[in-house]
């Protein structure tokens, strides 16, 4: 079958379709039950006003028989989609066997995945780097700041504004967000906050991208040389090749091999981050591929679990070397069978549709089509992307740049209306982000422009 034509097969062909305004009937009974029962230490459900009742590829049902183009992705996780048959298969399989174990102990199926894994890896760390399970994101990017720091015997780690990397006590002071880090009510010790080249809201002065980066660049140099800035004693720098949660900034093309020149220069770790980027969201299996960068330390989650969740540190194999003979970083849940699985399958689906390529080409497309849109409306101030990840800034004028924060919480909102869900970002919350699952139809995704650009004229009339 035809690849395109397999992927209609895999999503629901009535999205989109409102037959109630959301939230309907059963949505908010619901909701007012979870609001009744569960903290309300929630974003989500504050967002997205509905309640979900199934799921398939790019698109889902809510419970009252609502269809929805999903350009969400379960926060960049589907990238195989929702309900992907080839990875239920597996799933299902593994399930018939067990799905709890003492979670080190080997099986075909973690074998299968590790080797799966490996040969995805980039560059030298192809075939080459160890790989240590965890669970979530933040695990994955707590347990590779703990390796570097057993690794290099120096405590500081580098970390940028705007940066995700999750809000568990340790890694919360790598994240950028200042009140993420009273919430979790922790210190800011053993980090140095850097600027991220940000093209658009350049932090330093600079003429064009690629000063911007080279700007940052030669900030961090300066701090890493100069022996009289008080920084202490850096062994890691922690990144993401290209921001999420801090508003899908592409960085200068400069940038990235730029910092891995920096970092060998003072023998310091790279980490990089691809818990949003990998696994194919931006058209390569690792966003640090565009750039021609191999980190020391990678930092991998979301999609690589298919939905179940799992994460994973891969790291140059000479640093076991210098880990304690006894486990330092461990936990009861880390690889579980199913997520191995789903995880060896999601590689294998991506690899027999050649996704990576179609993500690069139609991608591209989108991006394209959101930059049309942007030249004709006065609140899209900038486009930028690689793959299925394209952020999308609203500003309440291109001239003055200003932020456009309640903008773009209401075109989420007109969108999901409408019936596509699209979500935000960025360090003002005025970032549109495209991460719908690489199966996304040609079909859903003109059909999704079409209803942004509506979204996008209407609320243009209104700003004036
Ligand atoms: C780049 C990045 N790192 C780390 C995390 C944290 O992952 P988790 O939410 O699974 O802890 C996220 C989550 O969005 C992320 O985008």
Redesign the pocket.
Known sequence: MAIEEELEGLSFPEAPKIVVKPPGPKSLELLNAQRELETKSLIYPKAFRFAIDAAKGATIRDVDGNYYIDWVAG??VLNVGHNNPYVKQAVMEQLDRYWHWMSEIPSEARIRFLRNLHSILPGDLKGKAKVMTTV??????EAAVALARWVTKKPIIMAFEG??????QG?VMATAKTELQQYAGVPLVNVVRVPYPYPYRCPLPAKDAEDCGNAVLNYIDHLLSDPYTGIGEVGAIIV?PI???GGYIVPPRNFLRGLREIADKHGILLIV?????GVGRTGKWWAVEHFGVTPDIM?I??AIGGGI?T?VVAYRAEYDEKLPDEAFHFGTYRANPLALAAGAAVIEYIQSRNLLDRTLQLGDYARRAFEDVAERYSIIGDVRGLGFMIGIELVRSKDTKEPGANLASEVRRRMFERGVLMHTCGHFGNVMRFMAPLVLTRRHLDEGIRIFEEVVRELSREVR
């Open positions: 926060i960049a979530t994101g933040a695990d994955a990017c940066a995700y990397h999750g809000v568990h890694i993401e921001q999420g949660e981050d691809e818990v949003q980027t930092c989650s979301k969740p994460s």
